[in-house]
């Protein structure tokens, strides 16, 4: 049996995740419940727009590491939108949001294992690269 590339498994696990309507809502109060400072960046967001962001961002995340050009542009922009000069996102938010997204997303991708927790380190951590090079 032939072995699935890390973006097939992180997409099916993506999938499998935001079909409950309870993952974004999950993941918001993990993420915003770990920091202060967090809670206060998102204190004027509209949470339900943000939930089909995320959604975005994560299938977008899995087209970048395939080097669609699209995908890279899109990264590219979301780098700016939240580099130093606009939304300020600091470097070490992205830990916390990517181990509170892996620690929400392993509750509720039912076929959950070490091979998906991979994918989901692999591409998300790539792309935090990414945007870390150019806070």
Not at 101 to 124: G, K, M, Y
Request: charged letters at 30%.
């Amino acid at each position: 049996m032939e072995e699935m590339a890390p973006r097939d498994v992180l997409l099916q696990s993506i999938r499998r995740c935001i079909a409950s309507e309870e993952f974004m809502p999950a993941f918001y109060e993990r993420f915003l419940g770990a920091s202060e400072e967090i809670r206060k960046k998102f204190r004027s967001t509209d949470l339900q727009r943000q939930h089909q962001m995320l959604a975005r961002s994560l299938e977008l995340c899995a087209a970048a590491t395939m080097g669609e050009p699209a995908a890279l542009a899109e990264i590219r922009e979301r780098a700016t939108t939240h580099d130093r000069d606009h939304l300020n996102i600091e470097p070490h938010f992205y830990d916390i949001w990517l181990e509170t997204l892996i620690a929400t997303a392993c509750e509720f991708d039912r076929e959950w294992n070490d091979t998906v927790e991979q994918a989901w380190r692999r591409i998300l951590g790539y792309v935090i690269q990414r945007m870390i090079r150019q806070y």
